[in-house]
């Protein structure tokens, strides 16, 4: 398997751009995550997903943040307009069951 | 969700040395605590991990001491080599929660 696939994998834009990131999860896998990574914060989950329906969007920053996994093999998170301060790295996990966790490389957005 | 904090911060240590990180977590519900590891433009891995009914695991270099009553558990590297260095982060979950609570990471540099 490939593992988990992230695109982009960079991501510049404009303060009050669309940015949408994509995720193919693991095939098999039935639970999917979101984080942020900055260095302030360090690994925050942003939303989970299992078997493509949203259980927890507590992590969800604010409106501005939205997350669909339309089938069992995608998943996107998209910020409508971004801000500066969401710059950060951006991961995809995904687990069958709920131990091991398998993360994407991640997506690297600056948002000037 | 509730914290896992984890210290220090950073930490260098000499090839050949012991490397140890420590995690604290405040939810008695957790029964699956992992570490990652992340190396620079990756994302983190499973290194090792271990549940609440054993004090301590090994694998190769790499032992997880747990201790249940303090709510307390250490990474500890043996041998301390400089492809260890990495950031590592603890993690707790399991117990009814989905996902992981993530500590906020170490950045470990082991100098030749």
């Known amino acids: 398997d490939a593992g988990v696939i992230q695109s982009p994998r960079h991501e510049v834009t404009e303060m009050g751009q669309e940015v949408t990131l994509r995720c193919k999860p693991i095939s098999g896998h039935d639970y999917l995550f979101w984080y942020r990574q900055t260095m302030m914060r360090g690994l925050e989950l942003l939303i989970y997903?299992?078997?493509?329906?949203?259980?927890?969007d507590s992590g969800m920053p604010e409106d501005r943040f939205s997350a669909k996994m339309p089938n069992a093999s995608f998943s996107t998170l998209k910020i409508q307009p971004s801000e500066p301060r969401d710059s950060a790295v951006y991961f995809c996990a995904s687990t069958k069951g709920l131990e091991t966790q398998y993360f994407g490389p991640g997506t690297r957005l600056l948002v000037l | 969700q509730q914290q896992v904090k984890q210290s220090p911060q950073s930490l260098i240590v000499q090839k050949g040395g012991i490397s140890i990180i420590n995690c604290a977590y405040e939810?008695?519900?957790?029964?699956?605590f992992p570490w990652y590891q992340q190396f620079p433009g990756k994302g983190p891995a499973l290194l090792i991990a271990i549940r609440p009914d054993v004090s301590e695991k090994k694998e190769g270099r790499f032992t997880i001491s747990f201790n249940k009553s303090a709510k307390q558990f250490s990474l500890h590297i043996m041998d301390s080599q400089p492809g260890d260095s990495a950031t590592y982060f603890c993690?707790?979950?399991?117990?009814?929660?989905?996902?992981?609570?993530f500590g906020k990471g170490t950045h470990l540099i082991i100098q030749p």
């Open positions: 993690a707790g979950g399991g117990g009814g929660a989905d996902g992981l609570t």
């Open positions: 939810n008695t519900a957790f029964d699956y």
């Open positions: 997903f299992n078997n493509n329906v949203p259980i927890d």
